[in-house]
């Protein structure tokens, strides 16, 4: 079974900065990608950032130059850097990784229960 266990949210005034962090534990064979993923109220869930294996990253508009994604592989964790944050980007935050469980089996996607980040004017 893999799990995918994030920490780090948190309430912060705007401005602030949090970072998440997300490990993932169980049997597998490899971890592919990794992203984050957020879901404010009444909204669809919204890619954040990603980033593969070899550390290639993407990031979501409204957040290029204030969030960086980075991951640590032996650790099997990525992070998410939040600096400069605003109310809007109030949601729950989720770990998202794509997971090869063996060599003979396709990865799968697996999610983390979600973190809650709140933001205050």
């Known amino acids: 079974q893999v799990q995918l266990v994030e920490s780090g949210g948190g309430l912060v005034q705007a401005g602030g900065s949090l970072r998440l962090s997300c490990a993932a534990s169980g049997s597998f064979f490899r971890i592919g990608a990794m992203a984050w993923y957020r879901q404010a109220p009444g909204k669809q869930r919204e890619l954040v950032a990603s980033?593969?294996?070899?550390?290639?990253?993407n990031y979501a508009d409204s957040v290029k130059g204030r969030f960086t994604i980075s991951r640590d592989n032996a650790k099997k964790s990525v992070y998410l850097q939040m600096n400069s944050l605003n109310p809007e980007d109030t949601a729950v935050y989720y770990c998202n990784a794509a997971v090869q469980r063996s060599v003979m089996l396709t990865p799968n996607d697996y999610w983390g229960q979600g973190t809650q980040v709140t933001v205050s004017s």
């Open positions: 980033i593969t294996s070899g550390g290639s990253t």
